[in-house]
């Protein structure tokens, strides 16, 4: 079913005009040009390597942690690891899953057709009124924005365009998931795991340049981490110290196996098969050879998507890294290293 809707959000036709994706936020605040498509990369026969400092900076920011604690987990880090991993074999409590979007598949259904118009697009988005809000006023924004403003439905959609939909559609349906969270930890950390989400997002589109399979690499971004919504849920429920876990080898574990409920998330949402592959492949150890074109992107998104969050957060400056990396530069445009994610 994802086929059609590919071809709808990115496939087929593009001008020279066209925009590349970009998140909700960056559309509303960031009328700057558009940058150069990158040339597709040479075929590569593994991963890039990860950073594990990067890693466990990342992961200390949505636990509140200035700094890790070198050396073994403690008894009550292992009983959440634990429960991570029986989450990971479906022996856990499967509830803790998100559940898919509801308008992602109503959206599915209308889109499968090659000869949806605008007008009826409208339609179905009016019985939805956050997407009715979001619409008009993205394409009211100043990156959209026509001579008059949009007061019109249909009008807004059609200045939108493919790729403008399909960004606002993946904005508005993933980030109430994001935004769930209720527990002493989670809470904490939505802001931080969303704001990453869609730096990570943006990234692998950004990456993948204006190819049919855009939209797949938009999605790949966006739910690679998505695994850390219920691994934060789990340690709200197994984790009562006063202090949060903070062991090195705690934290390595918690993002090994949030990552492994992140391919099976993407596997209950029937997402497409290539965004489930690159996605386990960044979970396998060792990692397979060769690997999936996507999941080398996906490597790359999910390392600069942190270290740019970092740097915006201002909690571990990151001064030069970014310097002549044209991804980096990317999301530093849309973004800006200024922007801090809202609670």
């Known amino acids: 079913m994802w086929t059609p809707l590919r071809g709808f959000w990115g496939g087929g036709s593009r001008s020279a005009k066209s925009a590349p994706p970009v998140a909700v936020a960056a559309a509303v605040s960031s009328p700057a040009p558009v940058a150069p498509a990158l040339p597709t990369p040479a075929p590569v026969m593994g991963l890039p390597d990860v950073d594990p400092a990067l890693d466990g900076r990342f992961s200390a920011l949505l636990l509140s942690l200035g700094q890790l604690r070198p050396g ?16 990971v074999h479906a022996r ?3 509830d803790l899953l998100p559940r898919l979007p509801a308008v992602l598949p109503k959206l599915m259904s209308l889109v499968r057709r090659d000869d949806v118009s605008p007008r009826e697009l409208a339609e179905h988005l009016a019985k939805d009124p956050a997407l009715v809000s979001e619409v ?14 949009m007061g019109s439905l249909q009008d807004a959609v059609m200045v939108l365009g493919q790729q403008g939909m399909h960004q606002l559609v993946t904005n508005v349906a993933m980030r109430p998931v994001f935004n769930v969270q209720a527990g002493r930890f989670s809470l904490a950390a939505r802001s931080h795991l969303w704001a990453q989400a869609a730096r990570c997002a943006h990234a692998c589109a950004y990456l993948q340049g204006p190819r049919s399979d855009q939209f797949e690499a938009y999605l790949a971004g966006m739910v690679v981490n998505a695994g850390l919504i219920p691994a934060l849920r789990v340690l709200d429920q197994s984790y009562s110290r006063p202090s949060a876990p903070d062991s090195v080898v705690f934290h390595e574990g918690f993002l090994k196996l949030s990552l492994k409920i992140s391919a099976n998330i993407a596997k209950e949402w029937n997402f497409p098969e290539g965004v489930t592959q690159a996605v386990e492949a960044l979970g396998t150890l060792p990692p397979p050879q060769p ?8 490597r790359s998104a ?9 740097m915006s957060a201002q909690r571990h400056p990151i001064n030069e890294e970014g310097e002549g990396d044209p991804c980096f530069a990317e999301l530093e445009r849309v973004f800006g290293a200024a922007q801090m994610p809202a609670h």
């Open 136 to 149: 008009i006023r993205i394409a009211n924004s100043p990156r959209y924005r026509a001579s008059r403003a």
């Open 291 to 298: 690997t999936v074109h996507l999941a080398v992107l996906l």
């Open 302 to 310: 999910d390392q600069v998507s942190k270290r740019h969050l970092l």
């Open 92 to 94: 856990g409590q499967r």
């Open 72 to 87: 073994d987990a403690d008894p009550t880090e292992q009983l959440v690891l634990l429960r991570l991993d029986e989450l």
